[in-house]
């Protein structure tokens, strides 16, 4: 039932039924449509997850700069990350914090002899999306004395010859095959 219904079940037909009575209803009707929806929206930018015109809010309260040229997206995963990494480092807070980024499985690994850590994208093939902010994100939450190495799994010949089609091979990105130089 949508809001005028409701406003006009709540009075006798005969009144619903009178075209100025009516009217005015309707026109209450749609300022509380309308009323319902602004408190959903400011409802929404409380979580970072919903959150649209308020992300700018949460970058400040975190304390990075707003870079109105990425999307929520992109924006929303520094967010989370940045929230996710606080506390004591451990292999298993960055690997949090990293799976903010790239919702596939990451794993971390601690070379504390040669003053290292390894992130190894576990599910992603190729290049992970949004690669720069997260190794923004890594930099800031990790240990200063630590140096990082990232791993990337990318196709094997075996993985594509006779096992994939044309048509598949099309719609795979190139990142995905070879290791580039990347900075």
Excluded at 150 to 159: D, I, S, V
């Amino acid at each position: 039932m949508n809001m005028r219904e409701q406003v006009k079940s709540y009075i006798s037909p005969l009144y619903a039924a009178d075209w100025t009575t009516g009217s005015l209803l309707d026109a209450g009707a749609d300022g509380m449509g309308q009323f319902e929806a602004d408190i959903a929206d400011v409802l929404n930018q409380f979580f970072v997850d919903t959150a649209t015109w308020g992300l700018a809010d949460w970058e400040e309260y975190i304390g990075i700069p707003t870079d109105l040229s990425k999307n929520f997206t992109d924006r929303r995963a520094m967010l989370r990350s940045l929230i996710r990494g606080s506390g004591t480092i451990t292999a298993s807070l960055l690997e949090n914090v990293a799976e903010a980024y790239d919702n596939g499985r990451i794993e971390v690994t601690e070379q504390p002899g040669i003053y290292q850590l390894t992130v190894r994208f576990a599910d992603t093939v190729g290049l992970p999306p949004n690669l720069d902010d997260l190794k923004r994100a890594i930099e800031a939450v990790k240990p200063a004395h630590l140096s990082v190495v990232y791993e990337y799994k990318y196709l094997l010949l075996n993985q594509v010859h006779g096992v994939m089609t044309i048509n598949e091979l099309e719609q795979r990105r190139l990142y995905d095959f070879a290791p580039f130089m990347i900075g």
